[in-house]
């Protein structure tokens, strides 16, 4: 009786682990978008590296002060700029007197998954506002996501970011970098 239980046990880890845990939909997909944006709203790199395959490659394009900047980024890569930036985020909270709030919106342009239900494509913006506009970080993205053993990952990004600073009470682009 055990030896059936065990096969049985088997066969359902092997029927989950190589076809029941790897397929997504749409649904989804929307709900790793809103765990991103509750990491966000947290300040929580960590989780948002949870969402990142180990394969993951990310291609970015930062247009700050005129200037453009091209990355590409592994996971390891993407997950320290996360840090960075929320250590950055920190410091100009402190700067501005120890308050600074996070507005971030985001929007689902489309969502294109695989007839296998194996990866989805997803196109869209996401706009991150802080101190009241102080700072805005606009991106356009197009994201492909997988799901590895039950959970959505981000394989591949290509992002352009756009980061613009003034605002009501914001200080000047040169105090942001000292």
Do not use: N, P
Request: charged share 30%.
């Amino acid at each position: 009786m055990k030896q059936i239980a065990i096969v049985v046990a088997l066969c359902v880890g092997a029927w989950y682990f190589f076809i029941g845990g790897r397929k997504l939909d749409e649904s989804m997909v929307r709900a790793y978008y809103e765990k991103e944006a509750h990491a966000i709203y947290s300040r929580d790199a960590d989780k948002l590296c949870k969402q990142l395959s180990k394969k993951v490659v990310i291609q970015s394009k930062t247009v700050m002060m005129g200037r453009t900047t091209e990355t590409s980024s592994d996971r390891e890569q993407a997950c320290d700029s996360l840090r960075k930036t929320f250590k950055m985020f920190e410091s100009v909270g402190e700067r501005m007197g120890g308050i600074l709030t996070i507005e971030y919106e985001y929007h689902i342009d489309s969502i294109e998954v695989a007839s296998d239900r194996k990866s989805a494509t997803v196109e869209g913006t996401s706009v991150l506002k802080m101190g009241e506009a102080a700072m805005q970080f606009k991106s356009t993205f197009t994201q492909r996501l997988e799901r590895e053993l039950g959970q959505m990952r981000l394989v591949r990004g290509d992002d352009v970011t756009v980061v613009r600073m003034g605002g009501r009470g914001a200080m000047s682009q040169s105090d942001f970098f000292k």
